[in-house]
């Protein structure tokens, strides 16, 4: 009887609510709408094609994040050390580490999938 009401329950809790819960990936964060905002701001000061040099901080040559698509083979690391708190590292100079706003949107994106 309990197997029956579980769902009876859930079904009746979406029809008060209007039916089923919307996507949170369908108007969720891409790329482009929050997370190149974030980038930008934390990340770009180092990881730039246009960084040379010392302007590095020690960032890889070739780790770049300009856009999407320099960052699409690394779209998993790239997320977990913005979400870790793990970059931009503690200290770097004029740059804040991600807030936990910021970090729960990279985190929204990559449940997301990624999208540009």
Known sequence: ???VLAPLALALALAACGGEPADPCESGPTFTNT???????????CHSKDAEGANRAGAPVGM???DYASIQPILSDFADALTSGRMPPMGAPGISGTTPAE???VNDWRVC????
């Open 103 to 105: 970090r729960t949107l």
């Open 113 to 116: 999938g990624y999208p540009q």
């Open 35 to 45: 997370v190149k905002e974030i980038s930008d701001a934390k990340c770009l000061s």
């Open 1 to 3: 009887m309990r197997r």
């Open 64 to 66: 770049d994040f300009d």
